[in-house]
C-alpha cells in the first residue's frame, strides 16, 4: 500500500502558509514546497519563500535548491520530491506539499515516462525571439496549430515555454508532440489533495496588498542585485512574476509605477490560471479559506481513516 502525502494547494494569496503551518506543527509534518520559483537561490522575496519565523515553525524542502542562472526541469523536481518524500517518511513524520504550481502536482500524481528529443537550445532561442516580440505569441501557437492541432488544443498561447518544446520536439523529429511516445507510469506515492479557494474580489485585494509588502520589502532592489550578480535577464527564473515586470524598471527602461501596474495584472491573471488548472484536478477537496472552519475541514480530510 502507498503512503500518503498530503498536498495543500490553490492560488497565490490565497493564505496557504498559515494554514500550513497550523497542520505541520498540529501533525508532525515537514512541508515540501511546490512553488516552481522557490527552488532558485537569492529569488527570496519575490517568490515569497519561507520567513526564518516560518522555517522554525516547521522543517522546509526544496527551498534553494537550485541557482537562478539554471534550467531546472518537472523531471528534476519530480524525482527531488519523491525521494525527498521518502527519506521524511522513513523518519516517520509526514510530508505535506504546499505551493500552488499545478504542473509540478500532476507530474507527481501523474508521472509520465517521454520519449523525448533531446533539447535544441538553438531552435529554442530562435522560438523565443519571436515569442517575445509583438503577436509572437500567437504566431508561435499558429505555428504549432499547423503541425500540430491537438497539442495547439490543449495548450493556451500564453504557455510559451510548452509551446516552443512542441514545436522544438517537431523540428528535432519530424513528427507531432502529440504523437509521440507517452507512457504513463503508476506514481510512487498516493497525494491526498485540498485546494485553497475565496470570493474573486477578496483574493485580487489580497494580492494588491501582497505586491505592496513585496516593494515595500525591497523587491526592486533583490531584481537589481540578481541582474548586477550575474544572472541573465533571460534565465528562466527571471521570468517569473515579479522579475520579469520589475527588470524594466531596474533597467531604467520604465517607471515604477508601469512595473507594479504590470506585476499586479499578471499577479492577478497568474491566480485565475492557477484556479483553471486546479479545477481541471481529480480528486481534490475544496475549501474556502476565508470560512472559520476552514482548518478542521482541511484536518478532517486529510486524517480521514486515520485511528483517532
Same mark, same amino acid.
Given at each position: 500500500?502507498?503512503?500518503?502525502?498530503?498536498?495543500?494547494?490553490?492560488?497565490?494569496?490565497?493564505?496557504? +502558509?498559515?494554514?500550513?503551518?497550523?497542520? $505541520?506543527?498540529?501533525?508532525?509534518?515537514?512541508?515540501?514546497?511546490?512553488?516552481?520559483?522557490q527552488?532558485?537561490? =537569492?529569488?527570496?522575496?519575490?517568490?515569497?519563500?519561507?520567513?526564518?519565523?516560518?522555517?522554525?515553525?516547521?522543517?522546509?524542502?526544496?527551498?534553494?535548491?537550485?541557482?537562478?542562472?539554471e534550467?531546472?526541469?518537472?523531471?528534476?523536481?519530480?524525482e527531488?520530491?519523491e525521494?525527498?518524500?521518502?527519506?521524511?517518511? $522513513?523518519?516517520?513524520?509526514?510530508?505535506l506539499?504546499?505551493?500552488?504550481?499545478?504542473?509540478?502536482?500532476?507530474?507527481?500524481?501523474?508521472?509520465m515516462a517521454?520519449?523525448?528529443? $533531446?533539447?535544441?537550445?538553438?531552435?529554442?532561442?530562435?522560438? %523565443?525571439r519571436?515569442?517575445?516580440?509583438?503577436? =509572437?505569441?500567437e504566431q508561435l501557437?499558429?505555428?504549432?496549430?499547423?503541425?500540430?492541432?491537438?497539442?495547439a %488544443?490543449r495548450?493556451?498561447l500564453?504557455?510559451?515555454?510548452?509551446?516552443?518544446?512542441?514545436?522544438?520536439v517537431?523540428?528535432?523529429?519530424g513528427r507531432?508532440?502529440? %504523437?509521440?511516445?507517452?507512457?504513463?507510469t503508476?506514481?510512487?506515492?498516493?497525494?491526498?489533495?485540498?485546494s485553497? +479557494?475565496?470570493?474573486?474580489?477578496i483574493?485580487?485585494?489580497?494580492i494588491?496588498?501582497?505586491?505592496?509588502?513585496?516593494?515595500?520589502?525591497?523587491? $526592486?532592489e533583490?531584481?537589481?542585485?540578481?541582474?548586477?550578480?550575474?544572472?541573465?535577464?533571460?534565465a528562466?527564473?527571471?521570468?517569473a512574476?515579479?522579475?520579469?515586470?520589475?527588470?524594466p524598471?531596474?533597467?531604467?527602461?520604465?517607471t515604477?509605477?508601469?512595473?507594479?501596474?504590470?506585476?499586479?495584472?499578471?499577479?492577478?491573471?497568474?491566480?485565475?490560471?492557477?484556479?483553471?488548472?486546479?479545477?481541471?484536478?481529480?480528486?481534490?477537496?475544496?475549501?474556502?479559506?476565508l470560512?472559520?472552519?476552514?482548518?478542521?475541514?482541511?484536518?478532517?480530510?486529510?486524517?480521514? =481513516?486515520?485511528?483517532?
Amino acid at each position: 500500500m502507498k503512503e500518503t502525502c498530503w498536498v495543500l494547494t490553490g492560488p497565490t494569496a490565497s493564505g496557504k +502558509t498559515a494554514l500550513s503551518l497550523r497542520l $505541520a506543527r498540529t501533525h508532525d509534518c515537514e512541508i515540501v514546497c511546490m512553488e516552481s520559483m522557490q527552488i532558485y537561490r =537569492g529569488m527570496d522575496i519575490g517568490t515569497a519563500k519561507p520567513t526564518a519565523d516560518e522555517c522554525a515553525q516547521a522543517v522546509h524542502h526544496m527551498v534553494d535548491v537550485a541557482d537562478p542562472t539554471e534550467d531546472f526541469s518537472v523531471a528534476r523536481y519530480q524525482e527531488m520530491v519523491e525521494s525527498c518524500i521518502a527519506d521524511i517518511q $522513513a523518519r516517520g513524520h509526514r510530508a505535506l506539499l504546499v505551493g500552488g504550481t499545478g504542473l509540478y502536482l500532476r507530474a507527481l500524481r501523474q508521472p509520465m515516462a517521454m520519449g523525448e528529443a $533531446a533539447a535544441d537550445e538553438s531552435i529554442r532561442q530562435e522560438l %523565443q525571439r519571436i515569442a517575445d516580440a509583438p503577436g =509572437g505569441k500567437e504566431q508561435l501557437h499558429q505555428q504549432l496549430e499547423a503541425v500540430d492541432p491537438d497539442t495547439a %488544443q490543449r495548450l493556451h498561447l500564453n504557455d510559451v515555454r510548452r509551446v516552443i518544446r512542441a514545436l522544438e520536439v517537431y523540428r528535432l523529429t519530424g513528427r507531432p508532440f502529440s %504523437q509521440q511516445p507517452q507512457i504513463k507510469t503508476d506514481s510512487r506515492f498516493s497525494y491526498r489533495v485540498a485546494s485553497l +479557494t475565496m470570493p474573486r474580489d477578496i483574493l485580487y485585494a489580497r494580492i494588491e496588498q501582497r505586491v505592496d509588502k513585496m516593494l515595500a520589502d525591497g523587491l $526592486a532592489e533583490e531584481v537589481s542585485r540578481l541582474l548586477k550578480s550575474g544572472v541573465p535577464r533571460d534565465a528562466k527564473a527571471m521570468k517569473a512574476i515579479g522579475y520579469k515586470e520589475m527588470i524594466p524598471y531596474a533597467l531604467g527602461e520604465t517607471t515604477l509605477d508601469e512595473a507594479v501596474y504590470a506585476l499586479k495584472l499578471n499577479t492577478r491573471h497568474y491566480a485565475k490560471r492557477q484556479l483553471t488548472w486546479m479545477r481541471r484536478e481529480e480528486d481534490v477537496l475544496w475549501v474556502d479559506a476565508l470560512e472559520p472552519d476552514a482548518y478542521d475541514k482541511l484536518e478532517a480530510y486529510y486524517t480521514q =481513516g486515520e485511528a483517532k
